[in-house]
């Protein structure tokens, strides 16, 4: 069935490294990927999105990659900082027919340890 | 221009009771979706609305139903409720509906509901 889904529950990382966050999908006819950030006590942010006729979209110290061929979402962000500890969603905009919606990973929570 | 906002932001009910929880959408947007989200199962649709219609819906029992005014703030309502109906109420805005389209949705603070 559709599932959209993170490799690993939490990362930890060193203020300043780079971090990646993976995600791995399985509905081929997704046409359109999104990653939000929710910090805690808010609602999910809006950090960048892509459409499925891409593989690479940049964005300030992000970067979105895809990989149709084997189904993986990737979110790099450069120089990691303190601000960006959250929770870390990727979402895939599934197409049932006329309609679409879109289905949200579990979370991954970054860590940046100072 | 003002975000999404949802009232209340936190909400104490007992079971057997109904709740209804409030979204106003950014200024110009006309869809708006719900969402519910919990430890255990993640940000999961309940259903989206757009032009005062319900056009997708989750896999959610009939308890939960919406609606959308003309000015499109929505309301969602959940009647009889469950111990497990405790979670964080999103309600999310963007342009026009998802069908098919790849218009940004923007999340309000979320409504937290406890039902003891």
């Known amino acids: 069935g559709e599932s959209v889904g993170l490799h690993l529950p939490t990362l930890s990382v060193q203020e300043g490294d780079n971090s990646i966050i993976n995600c791995a999908y399985s509905n081929s006819a997704s046409d359109y990927f999104i990653w939000y950030k929710q910090e805690s006590g808010k609602g999910p942010q809006f950090i960048i999105d892509?459409?499925?006729?891409?593989d690479k979209r940049q964005g300030q110290r992000v970067t979105v990659l895809l990989n149709k061929t084997v189904k993986h979402l990737s979110l790099q962000i450069a120089a990691t900082q303190p601000g960006d500890s959250a929770v870390y969603f990727c979402?895939?905009?599934?197409?049932?027919?006329?309609?679409?919606?879109?289905?949200f990973g579990k979370g991954i929570t970054l860590s940046v340890r100072p | 221009k003002a975000g999404v906002t949802q009232t209340p932001r936190y909400l104490i009910k007992t079971r057997g009771q109904q709740v209804t929880l409030s979204c106003s959408p950014i200024s110009g947007h006309r869809s708006v979706s719900w969402y519910q989200q919990t430890p255990g199962q993640g940000l999961q649709f309940l259903f989206e609305?757009?032009?005062?219609?319900?056009?997708n819906k989750g896999n959610f029992p009939g308890r939960f139903s919406g609606r959308q005014f003309s000015n499109s703030r929505s309301e969602m309502n959940v009647s009889t409720l469950e111990l497990g109906d405790s979670a964080l109420y999103l309600c999310a805005s963007s342009l026009s509906p998802t069908s098919g389209n790849t218009d940004t949705q923007y999340f309000g603070p979320g409504t937290r509901l406890t039902v003891l």
């Open positions: 892509i459409r499925s006729n891409m």
């Open positions: 609305y757009f032009s005062e219609t319900q056009r």
């Open positions: 979402a895939e905009n599934t197409v049932t027919g006329a309609n679409s919606k879109l289905t």
